[in-house]
């Protein structure tokens, strides 16, 4: 017996824009267990931001979206896939906040966007969720800013909550002045890494920050890092050996600003510490740890043009670089988040701002491992039926097969390889071989 199967070739490297009427703006993508993609920001259509949730197939094309919020501006920043394949937004809220400048927002949905629960936290001042992630055992934990809580200006502020959002504890971490947490991660021994920026502690301007609490938010340790100017901490990866890797942007030993990344081991003292970027100004939002070691990081760059582009860099373990790409030709683009796929490759979302037009647009960009970029292209529709006959059916160990002018034909074994290519666009046969009790040559693909 023969059994004909037919194959198509496409690529799944792509480049997107999403949004029509108003503003849209990307800030977290997470790639989802059916993989597709999630990615979460928000949307202004009619002056005021709702929380926008949208879902991706693999080639980028929209399978639903999703809009939160009320009468005011609400914005999301971070968006994680729960264990149940729900998913778990954190951002700020206006529109439901008990005071009137902003209060930590927090939503829970099922796996097609319909809303679970949503959350507030929140005092007189301004509250804002900047990060969020799945604790291992169960719940989520949050990082922020609050101006009505703790010792500062406004401090660091990091929610522990349970599977129903309801509030298991909250810490304060910083000064006397302004201080800012921009991301969280749970280390295998079950602490929290938090990353972010302070001008209570360091040198005169703002400095990098990054506090290691317990599982129950006590401090560990706490560092600052960089120098007299203005330095940005911003995302934290772990790295190899237990060490992390922050990344921001950095003035002080630089000028124009540079992406500076820091590893440092679990103590908190560095290891190494590197600045990149390709154009006058650099910028850096995004990291995240890769399969081999390295490093992936997003964020954007300033050339000759008086616009950015997004900007992409992959770095090893030593944080040498291994590339760099930028995209967005002449429009405004900046990149707020990127993954590593399960395909090995990357994926980025943020603003572009086209040159054509006066609102933002959601840009997603899919590449191989090495940054790279192709559009998909269409393809044609597989022939409904094809001319093939096969003499004597069923054969035994010689059989002739006729196929159209220009076909190919691959003998496959039943465990998928290529057994034998007795036709081809240079190469005609008529007389395909197959050993006498030959059972493991079970199909045949045709071409053409």
């Known amino acids: 017996m023969l059994i004909v199967s037919f194959s198509i070739s496409y690529t799944q490297y792509w480049e997107r824009i999403y949004g029509e009427n108003g503003d849209c703006h990307a800030r977290s993508i997470v790639q989802t267990s059916d993989d597709g993609f999630v990615i979460v920001g928000w949307k202004s259509i009619y002056g005021y931001s709702d929380v926008y949730l949208m879902k991706i197939d693999n080639l980028g094309t929209l399978c639903w979206q999703k809009s939160y919020g009320g009468d005011n501006n609400d914005f999301a920043y971070s968006v994680v896939e729960t264990f149940d394949d729900g998913y778990i937004i954190v951002g700020k809220t206006e529109s439901f906040d008990s005071g009137p400048y ?11 966007g319909n809303m679970l629960w949503q959350r507030t936290f929140g005092g007189s001042g301004v509250e804002c969720g900047n990060d969020i992630s799945q604790v291992e055992t169960g719940g989520y934990i949050i990082v922020g800013s609050t101006s009505s809580f703790g010792v500062g200006t406004k401090n660091i502020w990091l929610i522990r909550l349970n599977e129903s959002g309801d509030t298991i504890w909250t810490r304060t971490y910083g000064g006397s002045s302004v201080d800012y947490g921009w991301s969280v991660k749970q280390e295998r021994d079950g602490s929290f890494i938090l990353s972010g920026g302070t001008w209570s502690f360091g040198a005169e301007e703002c400095d990098y920050y990054l506090i290691k609490a317990d599982s129950t938010g006590d401090i560990i340790w706490e560092r600052t890092y960089g120098g007299s100017e203005l330095d940005y901490g911003r995302s934290v990866a772990l790295a190899l050996n237990d060490g992390l890797i922050m990344v921001g942007s950095i003035f002080s030993f630089t000028a124009p600003d540079c992406i500076w990344i820091i590893n440092v081991n679990r103590d908190g003292t560095i290891v190494w510490e590197r600045t990149y970027g390709m154009g006058f100004d650099n910028y850096g939002h995004s990291i995240a740890q890769t399969e081999d070691g390295g490093h992936i990081i997003a964020g954007e760059t300033w050339g000759i043009l008086p616009l950015p582009n997004l900007y992409l860099l ?13 995209y967005g030709d002449s429009s405004f683009a900046s990149g707020y988040s990127v993954i590593q796929t399960n395909d090995n490759g990357y994926i980025i979302t943020g603003d572009i701002y086209p040159f054509d037009e006066d609102s933002s647009r959601i840009y997603v960009l899919k ?22 006959s096969v003499f004597p059916n069923p054969f035994n160990s010689v059989c002739e097969i006729t196929v159209p002018e220009n076909a190919k034909i691959e003998i496959y074994d039943l465990r998928g390889n290529v057994v034998a290519t007795p036709c081809s666009a240079d190469k005609s046969a008529s007389l395909v071989p197959l050993d006498k009790g030959d059972r493991n040559r079970a199909s045949a693909k045709v071409s053409g």
Do not use: C, F, M, Q
């Open 102 to 112: 902003g209060d930590v927002y927090v939503l829970k949905t099922d796996s097609l």
């Open 314 to 326: 992959k770095i090893n373990a030593d944080g040498n670089t291994l590339w760099e790409r930028d």
């Open 367 to 388: 590449t191989d491992s090495l940054g790279e970029i192709d559009w998909v292209r269409e393809i044609p529709n597989r022939p409904d039926d094809i001319s093939l």
